[in-house]
């Protein structure tokens, strides 16, 4: 524990730059010229051009300088370079590889705030006596992340726990981060074909103040480890006190999902993509909750075989779960009955007023989708998903103008976006997995 001598406010001391004309122009560096070269060349790679004029060495210091601009501001910048990070796998491989690692380094670390700040918080949070609810506090975090990091304790009573202590102007930062990313849409687009990121940028700015509220945070985890307790391939750490800037949760060891993506055997990598599934897919019926943050920083394997889940301030209220209809078009689709496919669509508002379609061109764009249900397992590549983005991105295909003419009615924006989020982990982690037995089991609609 280090001496009370150094909880001094120290307003020099920031965790993150504050002020919305400084973080503006951080992100404003990102040198736009040489990333909209790259952009170009994937673009003209989606579209079946060559896309050899992009050079290596510029792209791997376009990947770096994207990481140090989104990792040094964390806050809003973070959090949208994490989600990039779960759709990486969809950009072409020959491309991909200094994006890729600097990406996935969003996932789990950032620059951590000095130690002085950090008590600062614990003391507003806790108490000044907050010392004393712990027996050990380790100054140094063990992971820093968008709008906080998190530190390894051991709470009076012997347990080991997880400090997670958020950065002060984390709201400033998210609020002024959001709002600027929006001004680059464009240009980050290209960074995950096939995937639109500008909703995915008003997404988050929606549920900002959920994110930033730790004690809503704890009692969605307190849910969450009710709904999975007890079970033997899932394990949500339970909380041990909050307040709206800490919360303190059970300590639990384990392999990160980045390592296992970036080294783990078949074995591991198979079964933890089929835990993940189970989780995705059950959450709604047994907690009518659902995490909607899949990105591999949030998970981890135990030495135990099960998949552990953290980090519950993004959460999705279902009360009623997953409609069932949306099972019904999954089985439609995957049958190939276009015409009750296209009927359910519009019924649900799913395909915009007056729009004139072709029930075998919306059958065509949504069936290869469905083609992890088509067999009794499915393997996953990220092969598979740099497909599906380079046909649903191509501007001059069929499919394209298919999907711009869909609509994707608000109630079901989350649940698509962290659908399509746990698939790009589940092509990184190259996992096959029993998906059709998950999906008749937990989706309603779907097999009955």
Not at 37 to 48: D, H, I, P, Q, S
Request: charged share 25%.
């Amino acid at each position: 524990m280090t001496d009370s001598r150094d909880w001094i406010d120290d307003r020099a001391d920031a965790a993150m730059p504050r002020k919305g004309a400084a973080r503006t122009a951080k992100l404003a560096s990102i040198p736009l010229g040489m990333a909209g070269r790259a952009v170009g060349g994937w673009g003209r790679r989606l579209t079946g051009q060559n896309a050899d004029e992009i050079s290596a060495a510029l792209s791997a210091k376009a990947a770096e300088q994207l990481f140090e601009v989104l990792g040094t501001l964390k806050g809003g910048a973070m959090k949208f370079g994490q989600a990039l990070s779960v759709f990486e796998a969809a950009v072409p491989d020959e491309l991909a590889a200094p994006y890729r690692e600097a990406l996935t380094k969003l996932q789990s670390g950032a620059p951590p705030m000095p130690i002085r700040q950090t008590h600062r918080v614990l003391t507003e949070q806790l108490g000044r006596s907050w010392t004393s609810r712990f027996s050990e506090f380790n100054d140094q975090p063990a992971a820093a992340a968008s709008i906080g990091q998190v530190h390894r304790a051991v709470w009076h009573d012997g347990r080991e726990v997880a400090v997670k202590v958020q950065y002060p102007g984390a709201d400033e930062a998210l609020r002024s981060d959001l709002k600027q990313l929006q001004r680059f849409s464009r240009l980050f687009q290209a960074f995950v074909p096939g995937t639109e990121v500008k909703p995915l940028l008003a997404e988050l700015a929606a549920r900002m103040d959920e994110e930033l509220d730790y004690l809503a945070e704890a009692e969605n985890q307190r849910a969450f480890a009710k709904a999975f307790e007890g079970d033997p391939g899932v394990l949500v750490p339970r909380v041990v006190a909050s307040a709206p800037k800490v919360v303190v949760t059970e300590w639990v060891t384990g392999t990160p999902l980045a390592d296992i993506i970036k080294s783990g055997e078949i074995a591991t990598r198979n079964e933890v993509g089929r835990l993940l599934t189970e989780f995705h897919y059950s959450s709604p019926v047994r907690a009518h909750l659902l995490h909607t943050d899949p990105h591999p920083g949030n998970f981890m394997f135990t030495a135990d075989g099960r998949l552990c889940v953290i980090d519950f301030g993004g959460v999705s209220r279902l009360p009623d779960g997953i409609p069932r209809h949306f099972g019904e078009m999954t089985r439609l689709a995957l049958d190939g009955k276009s015409a009750e496919l296209m009927t359910l669509l519009r019924s649900w508002g799913f395909i915009r007023e007056g729009t004139e379609l072709s029930a075998d061109d919306v059958l065509s764009y949504l069936a290869p989708f469905t083609e992890p249900l088509a067999t009794e397992t499915f393997h996953f590549t990220r092969r598979w998903l740099q497909k599906q983005a380079g046909r649903v991105g191509d501007t001059r295909g069929r499919d394209f103008r298919t999907s711009r003419s869909l609509n994707l009615p608000p109630e079901y924006l989350m649940i698509h976006r962290v659908t399509a989020g746990s698939t790009g982990i589940l092509c990184q982690l190259d996992a096959e997995i029993p998906a059709r037995a998950i999906v008749e089991r937990w989706q309603p609609g779907f097999a009955d």
